[in-house]
Nanobody
Framework: QVELVESGGGLVQAGESLRLSCAAS????????MGWYRQAPGKQRELVAL???????NYADSVKGRFTISRDNAKNMVYLQMNSLKPEDTAVYYC??????????WGQGTQVTVSS
């Protein structure tokens, strides 16, 4: 069992930055991958950024060059640095942990709203 708690969401203007944090209840270094997903109203949940145990990253095309995923294994934290935010980035952002067993866990989500 893994508990994930996101924080750092809020209301910002277009062009500004936010950093989301995800606190895990157990060692993230033992997980297959950590990721950030988002879900906008009326849309399906989509992958934003993925960070594997080997350090590889994968980003949605819409956020490449603007968002950066990182982790601090010692603190069991995963971060999403979001720069040059756009109104279309408005969504609930979820932290995800994928175990080597392929079992996955989700946080409760944090709202990000970008005004134009």
């Amino acid at each position: 069992q893994v508990e994930l708690v996101e924080s750092g969401g809020g209301l910002v203007q277009a062009g500004e930055s936010l950093r989301l944090s995800c606190a895990a209840s157990r060692g993230i270094s033992s997980m297959n991958a950590m990721g950030w997903y988002r879900q906008a109203p009326g849309k399906q949940r989509e992958l934003v950024a993925l960070l594997t145990s080997g350090g590889s990253t994968n980003y949605a095309d819409s956020v490449k060059g603007r968002f950066t995923i990182s982790r601090d294994n010692a603190k069991n934290m995963v971060y999403l640095q979001m720069n040059s935010l756009k109104p279309e980035d408005t969504a609930v952002y979820y932290c995800n942990a994928r175990m080597w067993s392929m079992m996955t866990y989700w946080g409760q989500g944090t709202q990000v709203t970008v005004s134009s």
